[in-house]
């Protein structure tokens, strides 16, 4: 028991009570300490003896060696029916199981393909961002279920996460694209060759007038002073190019001017990108997929 982690008598006694209110009532020795290890706190413990627990192996306060005596305990933590518990299972399954293994345990996969499809939006990020994303050698089933994360969470941590993670894969994550972009929900899957692979698939051209699958924001610096006439200028630029009616928005701050332009369809972006590129006044600061969570923050602020 010395390589265990202590906790409390009276956690110990909720642990108990927890699993088995019936079972007669134990005399116990108060002055001398109580041990639970960490896989019986995650398997049979409160709520908050799992979120404790779970805490100490994510924090490195457990000395004792993380080994497959965690995967019961871990997959009971899986099936939670508490949120964080489930998000914090999937982060411990992927930083002990997966990060640095050649070959992670197969229930450990299963785990986290299961927590990738839940339906808190944490758990899957977890899932996914410290899970299967990890995994060194990809199989082409596990790269395709990584496209499909990507095309499904917009989120940009989580998107670029996954398009990092397959580069070792590009081949095959071309060939997969191809054949995703012939189907339902193209559009989302040529966003996502371009971002990629830096071009256009061969068959570009019938994506070029389709609604993008959702907004696409520049955030944009320029040289001008004046947020008028730079924003002016700007939209004369565009239209010029064919990208008639941008959404810009410019403000001053701290006597620099700073333009936001929102584009809509799949050619006004490559527009955008190519008047931005040739005009000397202006450069791209940070462009990203608008989500409905980044569409509040910038409501907020104007």
């Given at each position: 028991?010395?390589?265990?982690?202590?906790?409390?008598?009276?956690?110990?006694?909720?642990?108990?009570?927890?699993?088995?209110?019936?079972?007669?009532?134990?005399?116990?020795?108060?002055?001398?300490?109580v041990t639970v290890s960490i896989q019986d706190a995650l398997a049979t413990g409160s709520t908050h003896m799992k979120m404790h627990a779970l805490n100490m192996m994510l924090t490195g306060k457990v000395t004792t060696e993380i080994d497959d005596s965690f995967l019961k305990p871990l997959t009971i933590c899986a099936a939670d029916e508490v949120t964080?518990?489930?998000?914090?299972?999937?982060?411990?399954?992927?930083?002990?199981?997966?990060?640095?293994?050649?070959?992670?345990p197969a229930k450990v996969?299963?785990?986290?393909?299961?927590?990738?499809?839940?339906?808190?939006?944490d758990v899957r990020f977890n899932a996914i961002y410290h899970g299967l994303t990890q995994i060194k050698n990809k199989t082409p089933e596990l790269a395709e279920r990584l496209i499909d994360y990507a095309a499904n969470n917009r989120d940009e941590i989580l998107f670029d996460r996954i398009l990092v993670s397959l580069?070792?894969?590009?081949?095959?994550?071309?060939?997969?694209?191809?054949?995703?972009?012939?189907?339902?929900?193209?559009?989302?899957?040529?966003?996502?060759y371009e971002e990629f692979t830096g071009k256009q698939p061969p068959n570009a051209d019938?994506?070029?007038?389709?609604?993008?699958?959702?907004?696409?924001?520049?955030?944009?610096?320029?040289?001008?002073?004046?947020?008028?006439?730079?924003?002016?200028?700007?939209?004369d630029l565009l239209a010029a190019a064919g990208l008639q009616?941008?959404?810009i928005d410019?403000?001053?701050?701290?006597?620099?001017?700073?333009?936001?332009?929102?584009t809509y369809i799949t050619k006004d972006i490559s527009t955008a990108h190519q008047v931005l590129k040739d005009a000397a006044e202006y450069s791209i600061v940070q462009e990203f997929w608008m989500t409905p969570e980044i569409e509040v923050q910038l409501e907020s602020l104007k």
């Open positions: 028991m010395s390589k265990l982690a202590t906790f409390s008598m009276l956690a110990f006694l909720a642990v108990q009570t927890s699993v088995n209110a019936q079972e007669k009532p134990r005399n116990y020795n108060l002055s001398q300490p964080p518990i489930r998000a914090l299972t999937a982060k411990a399954l992927g930083q002990f199981f997966v990060t640095g293994k050649e070959y992670p996969l299963q785990l986290l393909q299961e927590l990738a499809s839940d339906d808190s939006k580069s070792a894969y590009q081949s095959q994550a071309i060939e997969i694209l191809n054949t995703k972009l012939n189907g339902e929900n193209g559009i989302v899957y040529y966003e996502i019938k994506f070029a007038d389709m609604p993008s699958s959702r907004p696409k924001l520049f955030i944009i610096k320029t040289t001008l002073s004046n947020a008028d006439t730079a924003a002016a200028k700007l939209e009616n941008p959404l410019s403000s001053d701050q701290s006597g620099q001017v700073i333009m936001m332009l929102t």
